[in-house]
């Protein structure tokens, strides 16, 4: 049986009964421009993915939207056959258009449709953790989720998926899925800045559910702070990375998946996640996000 790694910063966290470094990595950025099309640099993409893989990471994220199908393709062609301890997470709920926009997919026929091209695209009989994609490209919006998550619920029980999470949405949406079957994870937009989620945080780290944001250093437009650039020179360190570090702090069950197409930056990023912090670091990084 293989072995979880231990030297990664935050060490693990379990998804249900999948075990999962709290360091992980997000392949959406390993698509073309615009999350459109294959990448620039195939052969660099599969060396990121192999790295992540030979860094110890065991929680991969990805979409078959992102390309679309071009992530899984590639994780397919790295990693497969894959490891007994990689866990790979998929999201189904929106599809590309030819404009690169995401419209909503959330239909019961749209959802066994994606549940069945993640299926094939990354060569599994059944997917390890599958979110909801809800709301819009603007975040949460308001509203029932029962019919989409129900048709999940129903992908679940017929073998095809193991375990279920929501993404972009609000804290009622989270509720009310609960509610309906159990959840391991919400994936949502969270950072050192855009303290939205800080209560829903706090609830589901009490019941034993990971929170895994999105956009961890700001997406398309990375994190600005002075006070994040002051912290960061004086540790020596660069701001992405004490922005890293400083989610692992903000809770056990905060999970990482920074995305990369570079080598030497997923390298980067796994090392400065495990930079220690002190009281006043963290009291001074605090104040980025608050009011």
Known sequence: MSTLPTSLPGGTWTLGDLTVTRFGYG???????????????????????????????????????????VTNQLIREALHPYPESLHIVTKVGAIRDQQGGWPPAREPEDLRRSVRGNLESLGLEALDLVNLRLGNAQGPQPGSIAEPFETLVELQQ???????????????????????????????????????????????????????????????????????????????????????????????????????????????????AGLRLTGEDIAELDKIGRP
């Open 27 to 69: 392949a959406m950025q390993l698509a073309g421009p615009g999350v459109m099309g294959p990448p620039a640099d195939h052969d660099g993409a599969l060396a990121v993915l192999r790295e992540a893989v030979g860094l110890g990471i065991t929680h991969i994220d990805t979409s078959d939207a992102y390309g679309p199908r």
């Open 158 to 272: 017929e073998g095809l998926i193991r375990h279920l999470g929501v993404s972009n949405a609000t804290a009622e949406q989270v509720v009310e899925a609960q509610a309906i079957a159990p959840i391991v994870c919400v994936q949502n937009m969270y950072n050192l800045a855009h303290r939205q989620d800080d209560e829903l945080i706090d609830r589901l780290a009490d019941e034993g559910i990971a929170y895994v944001p999105f956009f961890p250093l700001g997406g398309f437009t990375p994190l600005q702070s002075s006070t994040l650039s002051d912290v960061a020179a004086r540790l020596h360190a660069t701001p992405m990375s004490l922005a890293l570090a400083w989610l692992l702090w903000r809770s056990p069950n905060i999970l990482l998946i920074p995305g990369t197409s570079s080598v030497e930056h997923l390298r980067e990023n796994a090392a400065g």
